[in-house]
């Protein structure tokens, strides 16, 4: 799973980026860094400005540790940095609110669910289910469900029965522990991560 592409011929240790010497070789779609102002100037001519390093609004450039070292640690760890906060980004959060939100808003959502082919279901530490599909993410809070008189196991086995994966326990969590960290553990997300990196 890449969040990102950085050219570059410098070793940067981070899983979750591709790094390569050619642009050629960027996986596309991803945020892109390229490192050196002289690559740059060869790869896109009179199109960049030295004053500006965002060169369109997926690809910018930063000095090479040779050229201007301080300014290429900065830009990397800010890249990577931003890379790891747009995880989500366009990602709505449906969370399902069994004791606030109205019996056809509640009825809709099941119907939506139960519309699902192939849904990734996460249970984290048996308090919340996360559903991932269609690009939605879906909440439930399994303690709410109890306190409604409503058996949280059935519900879990009831989603199973429509999952095309389900997720449990720390094991899948700690796959994915050193993102969790840098997007402050924002544990919802987790269904996603684990379909964009099942997808290549």
């Given amino acids: 799973m890449y969040l990102g592409n950085i050219v570059t011929a410098t070793k940067i240790e981070d899983p979750h980026f591709k790094v390569c010497r050619k642009v050629e070789t960027i996986q596309k779609g991803l945020p892109t860094l390229i490192v050196g102002w002289d690559k740059t100037k060869e790869l896109y001519g009179d199109e960049v400005s030295i004053l500006h390093k965002e060169i369109s609004p997926t690809t910018c450039w930063t000095f090479s540790p040779k050229e201007r070292k301080v300014e290429y640690e900065k830009d990397v760890t800010n890249f990577i940095y931003k890379c790891y906060n747009k995880i989500g980004d366009g990602i709505p959060y449906i969370y399902v609110d069994l004791i606030h939100d109205s ?98």
Avoid: Q, W
Wanted: hydrophobic letters at 40%; glycine letters at 6%.
């Fill in 103 to 200: 019996r056809k808003k509640i009825k809709k959502i099941i119907r939506k669910i139960y519309s699902f082919e192939r849904p990734i279901i996460y249970v984290h530490e048996d308090r919340m289910v996360y559903l991932y599909a269609e690009g939605m993410i879906f909440g439930i809070d399994l303690e709410i469900v109890s306190y409604l008189g409503i058996d949280p196991d059935k519900v879990v086995t009831k989603l199973c029965n429509l999952s095309g994966c389900l997720l449990v326990g720390t094991e899948i969590f700690n796959k994915y522990n050193d993102v969790m960290t840098k997007i402050n553990n924002k544990v919802k997300f987790l269904p996603y991560l684990f379909d964009i990196e099942s997808d290549g």
